[in-house]
């Protein structure tokens, strides 16, 4: 189904192999007669072992359970995106799990990484999903660009000038689709002191960009752990619960939130509009450890 509208689109089916080049836009093909289905999915942190378990959840059952909601119902999903975070303890077991899950979605896939991936082992096992450091592809009206925002060995993240001067490129390259941009860290503070720590160090930088091109109608990330919306001019800053655990909004300290597991529907209309929504599990598999103070 998804690649009858998918144009130069990764693979649904993620091979070990280095990503595909920048893909070229098509100009060919009629308006789709529905609004595009993104699925934004992130921070599952996965590990290699099916039992694998963080702060008392097994990460797999809530990123399967997670991952159900998402494709069951009457409206068929044009395409997933990860927006990292994906393997908790970075190994090839983990990944390559994450790639029969993927595959079986039949979906085209876009992953990035969070500050808990491995770039290497995501494109060893992932491929062409695997995106980054930017990278974009084009889907009838609409153009996503992708980032790595993550700094080895650090939490928090920051873009390149490169990166920068690319996305600023893409932009200016491409004025007539309506855009979307992905990275794992939160351009913005988010009112939660701990988190607001670990954010992408040169945000500014990244809506300033964004600021200049009308067409970018979003700015998506993972990393929080929770539902976010900001009004930024032109377009929204988006961010999405975890497919695990939560953090509790505006907590100036590291605190879990009972807030259950979800994910984020992105619909993306021929004439630019973008509406979305979160949806959660109903309850959790299993409860975390509400009363942990960190991970
Ligand atoms: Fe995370």
């Known amino acids: 189904m998804a690649d009858t509208r ?11 192999r ?11 093909r009629p308006p789709p007669h529905r609004p595009l289905r993104l699925i934004q999915i992130t921070d599952s942190h996965l590990f290699a072992h099916a039992e694998g378990r963080l702060l008392g959840l097994n990460t797999r059952c809530t990123f399967e359970a997670v991952l159900s909601l998402a494709l069951e119902g009457t409206t068929p999903a044009d395409a997933l995106v990860m927006t990292g975070d994906l393997v908790q303890d970075e190994t090839g077991e983990g990944y390559a799990y994450l790639a029969r899950m993927l595959e079986a979605t ?19 096992w992932l491929g062409a999903a695997a995106m ?22 650090e939490d928090g993240g920051r873009l390149t000038a490169r990166q920068v001067h690319h996305l600023d490129a893409l932009l200016e390259r491409d004025p007539s689709r309506h855009c979307l941009v992905f990275l794992h860290q939160q351009p913005v503070p988010i009112g939660s002191a701990w988190m607001d720590t670990m954010g992408v160090a040169n945000g500014a930088q ?3 960009v964004c600021n200049r091109h009308p067409h970018v109608k979003s700015v998506i990330c993972g990393h929080i752990h929770q539902e976010f919306a900001q009004a930024h001019g032109h377009y929204q800053i988006l961010g999405t619960p975890s497919t695990c655990f939560q953090f509790r909004p505006d907590s100036p300290n590291f605190a879990l939130d009972e807030r259950t597991p979800g994910y984020r529907d992105l619909w993306l209309h021929a004439d630019g509009r973008l509406t979305t929504r979160v949806v959660r599990l109903p309850q959790y598999p299993q409860p975390p450890s509400f009363d942990a103070t960190g991970y």
């Open 206 to 208: 990244l809506l300033a």
């Open 18 to 28: 280095r990503p595909a080049p920048l893909s070229a836009p098509d100009e060919t």
């Open 106 to 124: 039949g979906l085209p896939c876009f992953c990035i990484p969070g500050n808990h991936d491995r770039r290497d082992l995501m494109e060893q």
């Open 6 to 16: 998918m144009q130069n689109a990764a693979p649904s089916v993620p091979r070990p």
């Open 132 to 153: 980054g450091p930017i990278a974009d592809n084009r889907i009838d009206g609409w153009h996503l660009i992708f980032l790595d925002s993550t700094l080895p060995g």
